[in-house]
């Protein structure tokens, strides 16, 4: 239904599970992501990722164009709907890090959070030591809201939790380019076929 650049963005399969299961089974995601104790995941986790899915208000899987594999997924949840506040996820397979496309799904995703679902706000939080998502996420205009000092033990250590987040009017401020074209016809955001189908 969705797409960017190189990513199609489509709706999970069931057998999407045992790849997402597999995100979970690296060592350097569960030690950037898990606020619990890093171990193996066996074939639980795949019932407690089908349970994400049907509960966030978008989940999408990410799927490479070129190749058709598999490279992550995407979510925003907003358990207080009245509130209009969204909290991101993502997390990509090792093999398809450093290609850009975690910074193509985010700015898509918050195109999309904003102009589609109609949120106020979106928040997400992140380890101190993620160094690398923390500058996209700043790239991308999140800014720091706090910081939970030394809240997680990670590989011998403490890490701060990061909370971070970004508004609608800061969003649009940076996009004048998008409102000057609002009544020129709709935006088109990505793409559809009859194979790439999501349900919000």
């Known amino acids: 239904m969705f797409a960017t650049e190189h990513l199609i963005l489509r709706a999970y399969r069931e057998q999407d599970l045992e790849d997402t299961v597999s995100i979970w089974n690296d060592l350097a995601t569960q030690q950037l992501t898990a606020l619990d104790h890093v171990v193996p995941r066996g074939p639980s986790q795949k019932e407690i990722a089908k349970g994400w899915f049907e509960k966030d208000r978008l989940h999408v899987i990410l799927e490479e164009k070129s190749s058709q594999k598999y490279v992550g997924f995407f979510t925003i949840r907003d358990d207080n709907p009245k ?20 910074t193509e799904v985010l700015e898509w995703g918050i195109e999309y959070a904003f102009k589609g679902l109609n949120l106020h706000r979106l928040s997400l939080g992140t380890f101190g030591n993620n160094e690398r998502a923390i500058h996209v996420y700043k790239k991308l205009g999140f800014v720091e809201e706090g910081r939970l000092r030394k809240a997680n033990w990670v590989d011998g250590k403490w890490v701060d939790i990061i909370l971070m987040s970004i508004l609608d009017e800061d969003w649009w401020s940076q996009h004048d380019d998008i409102k000057q074209n609002e009544n020129q016809g709709p935006l088109v955001i990505g793409t559809m076929d009859a194979d790439t189908i999501i349900l919000i």
């Open 83 to 102: 509130n209009r506040d969204g909290e991101i996820a993502m997390a990509l397979k090792p093999e398809f890090t450093n290609k850009g496309y975690g």
